[in-house]
């Protein structure tokens, strides 16, 4: 697995690359923003690790650079541990967020969750929400009747909480399930990032995202994805 690492701590840079490297990643190196952007489309890397306070080009700067072409998980190591912070660069696209310092059990344990593989099936589901066709096989999300170049880009930690709640209809999927099944077992005491995403998949999937029609929340519970109900045909829709 390829992960590169955009880290302007030269002693962390050190650390991160020795105990990476030894568990058997494969790491791709920048210090600067323009240079993790170059980095990123000449390597197309698994993961990247980044810094908010790189030279050049911001940390912030460089997540909304590269979710203008690419789906790429980013997990965030910072110093600033505001939620502002967090909040700031989830909304830019980042899919986690670790303040610094960390445990490397914990980071460990975020990049694996991070790097999980949503199962691919042949056959699988293609689901409404209104008039937006979720294709879970492919990840793709278009509008219905419209150019399918058109697509709403997700994240891939949005697609992970979308999937879960979709191939769910109707049921109350936990908080706990999510935060487990998106973040890992490490992570499942603090529901403020799933707040976030969810409310981010509203903005992108709802008609209207402060009245949402499809992903609700269950008050203290969880959340859970209502379809449309099926309308049988009549004769005059048939005609």
Same mark, same amino acid.
């Given at each position: 697995?390829?992960?590169?690492?955009?880290?302007?701590? #030269?002693?962390?840079?050190?650390?991160?690359?020795?105990?990476?490297?030894?568990?058997?990643?494969?790491?791709?190196? &920048?210090?600067?923003?323009?240079?993790?952007?170059?980095?990123?489309?000449?390597?197309?890397?698994?993961?990247?690790?980044?810094?908010?306070?790189?030279?050049?080009?911001?940390?912030?700067?460089?997540?909304? &650079?590269?979710?203008? *072409?690419?789906?790429?998980?980013?997990?965030?190591?910072?110093?600033?541990?505001?939620?502002a912070d967090k909040i700031l660069a989830l909304k830019s696209g980042a899919d986690d967020?670790?303040?610094?310092?960390?445990?490397?059990?914990?980071?460990?344990?975020?990049?694996?969750?991070?790097?999980?593989?949503?199962?691919?099936?042949?056959?699988?589901?293609?689901?409404?929400?209104?008039?937006?066709?979720?294709?879970?096989?492919?990840?793709?999300? &278009?509008? &219905?009747?419209?150019?399918?170049?058109?697509?709403i880009r997700l994240t891939p930690t949005e697609w992970r909480i979308l999937s879960l709640?979709?191939?769910? #209809?109707?049921?109350?999927?936990?908080?706990?399930?999510?935060?487990?099944?998106? *973040?890992? #077992?490490?992570?499942?005491?603090?529901?403020?990032?799933?707040?976030?995403?969810?409310?981010?998949?509203?903005?992108?999937?709802?008609?209207? #995202?402060?009245?949402?029609?499809?992903?609700?929340?269950?008050?203290?519970?969880?959340?859970?994805?209502?379809?449309?109900?099926?309308?049988?045909?009549?004769?005059?829709?048939?005609?």
């Open positions: 697995m390829k992960i590169l690492i955009v880290e302007n701590d #030269p002693q962390l840079f050190r650390a991160l690359r020795i105990t990476l490297g030894a568990r058997g990643y494969d790491l791709i190196t &920048a210090h600067d923003g323009a240079s993790a952007l170059d980095a990123a489309i000449a390597e197309n890397p698994d993961l990247i690790m980044l810094d908010l306070g790189t030279p050049q080009l911001s940390g912030m700067e460089v997540i909304v &650079a590269l979710r203008g *072409w690419t789906q790429i998980p980013i997990l965030v190591l910072s110093g600033r541990a505001g939620a967020y670790v303040s610094k310092p960390f445990s490397i059990d914990d980071l460990l344990a975020r990049i694996r969750a991070l790097t999980r593989r949503v199962p691919s099936e042949a056959d699988g589901p293609i689901v409404m929400i209104g008039n937006l066709a979720v294709d879970l096989s492919a990840r793709r999300i &278009a509008c &219905a009747g419209q150019d399918p170049d058109e697509v709640l979709l191939r769910n #209809p109707g049921r109350l999927v936990t908080r706990e399930r999510l935060l487990t099944d998106v *973040w890992g #077992p490490h992570d499942t005491s603090d529901s403020g990032f799933l707040r976030i995403y969810v409310a981010q998949l509203r903005k992108k999937l709802e008609p209207e #995202p402060t009245r949402p029609r499809y992903l609700l929340t269950e008050a203290g519970v969880g959340y859970r994805f209502r379809p449309d109900p099926f309308v049988p045909p009549t004769l005059e829709t048939l005609a």
